[in-house]
């Protein structure tokens, strides 16, 4: 059965600030056949390509992250804001269109592992996404691939993503 | 195959504060088998109930909710705290141990919808998983049952839970 995940996905207007146009993806999440289809087709990309873990940052991309690593069979680590992981971390800041923000990702988190994949809900201008990338490479583990729902074509986000396999459902 | 997932859990001392003991869920996560084992376990639970879509609040209730959501075959929606749904909200504020906090969750997310299994990763003393609650019966849904991996029972969180069948996968 073939989904069309791109009508899934609503249209806000003026979201979060006026001349936004915010893609939301709550409708494809709450839509069960359209989740797993979604979750399916990242998967099935991956699937025997020797991913032994899955990294997305929060928080929608541990909606994403956490099942897609379910249906590979293989672990989840999050990457998250400051402050939120109990245990040591490795920091990296990045620059938002105004100011700058950072992440962080356990130290220990990918021991052990040689090939990861790294997940997110959307590839915007691709700041969060290198972010999460940068953490990944400095502890020295493999990116066998990006995936993403939603890709905004027009911002531009891939030209950050040049030294990696892109995947994205529904490109915008 | 058994596995023990209480032993999949990390404690961390003094986190967030001195004299508290954290259980990091995140060593769970990173396991494989572990959180297929953890996820299937909450699913077998409430197969055959009827559930037509999960609820889960941000950040970790996304790790556990979406993924059992994939597993039931259903859809998952996301409780957030305010200003990150693009739609129109119902907003419900409840009170924490120092102030208080509000949560939202998109007015027409449950439209269709009966019967939810609401989701988090930890059972504390329940504030979170109350405001969730209080969410969903405000837009006149019921309630199937409350999965958390993990419940804190020191902190007697049930004791707000008294109307709900509660499952925690590993009890303190």
Sequence with gaps: MEIDLRSKIRDIPDFPKPGVRFRDITT?????????HAIKSIADVYRDRGVEMVVGPEARGF???????????????????????????????????????????????LEGCSKVLVVDDLLATGGTIKATLDLVRQLGVGVVGVAFLIELTYLGGRENLKDYEVTALVRF
Excluded: C, M, N, S
């Design 63 to 109: 909606l994403v992250g956490a099942t897609v690593a379910y249906e590979l069979r293989v672990g989840f680590v999050p990457v998250r804001r400051p402050g939120k992981l109990p245990a040591r971390t490795l920091r990296g800041e990045y620059v938002l269109e105004y100011g700058q923000d950072a992440l962080e990702i356990h130290l220990d988190a």
């Design 28 to 36: 494809l999440l709450r839509d069960g056949p359209a989740w797993r």
